[in-house]
Nanobody
Framework: QVRLVESGGGLVQPGGSLRLSCAAS????????MGWYRQTPEKQRELVAR???????TYTDSVKGRFTISRDNAKKTMYLQMNTLKPEDTAVYYC?????????????WGPGTQVTVSS
């Protein structure tokens, strides 16, 4: 079995910071693209940031300069450092990974972690 699990969400005041983690586990042979999406009840799931296996990063415009995506391939873990958080960043954040394991290759998703930005 292959799993992705997010952690690090919570409640933070506007202007504050949070660091999300996404850990992959199972008989994984390789991890290709990884990324973070977020979703609210009012909006469709949107891409926040993506990082390729060789470290190329892309961000949606609304988080550029505030969020930083990174990964530790040895630990099979991806991170999202979120600074200067705004109320509009409130959402459930999901990680995904394009994983190659002994059973094949597919996109996998974590169950999500809630981020709430409020005073």
């Amino acid at each position: 079995q292959v799993r992705l699990v997010e952690s690090g969400g919570g409640l933070v005041q506007p202007g504050g910071s949070l660091r999300l983690s996404c850990a992959a586990s199972g008989n994984i042979l390789a991890i290709y693209d990884m990324g973070w999406y977020r979703q609210t009840p009012e909006k469709q799931r949107e891409l926040v940031a993506r990082i390729s296996s060789d470290g190329v990063m892309t961000y949606t415009d609304s988080v550029k300069g505030r969020f930083t995506i990174s990964r530790d391939n040895a630990k099979k873990t991806m991170y999202l450092q979120m600074n200067t958080l705004k109320p509009e960043d409130t959402a459930v954040y999901y990680c995904y990974g394009d994983l190659f394991w002994i059973g094949g290759q597919a996109d996998y998703w974590g169950p999500g972690t809630q981020v709430t930005v409020s005073s």
